[in-house]
């Protein structure tokens, strides 16, 4: 069974409780926008996903975007997520694209959420009136998992697939693997293959040898 990706399955800590309170106040969004801003594995897939799930937002990657598409998306009062802004950069039919839906989200009385690793400052926009808007727009920033985030997801993914594992593979695991949440979730998941697959216990043995797979260590 896949780790679930609802908000019952986003666990809390002070790393990420702003921006998770920020995203539940949409009223507080200026002019009904909002940067999502969190580098890899930091959650803000997560958080947009069950965002966008309970408002029957539409999901769309930034490079797709285009004068022609984006009207489509955005109904009076609608609400919609675009993933990867920062690839928009460079693309003059995407921040077209996205000019227009910035747009067309004040008129329509809209949410836009846009989530990026990187403010849109470091995006490389070429089109200066976008550029202005996304300078100033607010942003909700999700820094790395702190140090309590990481053993709970950990706890959290082995018992979605109804795995008990010993609190020692957890403490070592948290200890020498990036907090990368979408590391711990492809890690969980390779365990939980190669236990079922060799019949064999989680150990600290198997979570090295899967680790130095899917994060080698750096040459």
């Known amino acids: 069974m896949p780790p679930a990706s609802s908000r019952d399955d986003f666990l809390i800590t002070g790393a990420n409780r702003d921006a998770l309170a920020m995203l539940d106040a949409p009223e507080r969004w200026p002019q009904g926008r909002l940067m999502l801003i969190g580098g890899p594995g930091a959650g803000k897939s997560h958080l ?6 309970e408002r029957a937002a539409q999901i769309v990657q930034g490079w ?24 928009i950069g460079g693309n003059a039919a995407a921040e077209q694209g996205l000019f227009h839906l910035w747009n067309l989200t004040g008129a329509r009385q809209g ?12 995006w490389g926009i070429v089109l200066p009136d976008l550029r202005s808007r996304l300078d100033t727009a607010a942003q909700a920033v999700l820094p790395p998992p702190d140090e309590a985030l990481l053993p709970a997801v950990l706890v959290k993914l082995f018992t979605d697939r109804q795995i008990q594992v010993a609190p020692e593979v957890i403490d070592w695991l948290a200890l020498r693997m990036d907090r990368d949440l979408d590391l711990a979730r492809r890690l969980v998941a390779a365990m939980d293959r190669e236990s079922l697959a060799d019949r064999r216990a989680i150990t600290r043995r198997l979570a090295a040898e899967l680790l130095d797979k899917l994060a080698p260590p750096d040459a």
Do not use: K, S, Y
Not at 48 to 53: I, K, L, Q, S, V
Not at 111 to 122: C, G, H, Q
């Open 48 to 53: 947009a996903g069950f965002w966008a799930a």
């Open 64 to 87: 797709t975007l285009n004068a022609g598409n984006v009207d489509e998306l955005m109904p009076m009062g609608g609400a919609v997520v675009v993933e990867d802004g920062h690839e």
């Open 111 to 122: 949410l836009l959420l846009i989530t990026a690793p990187t403010p849109p400052r470091d």
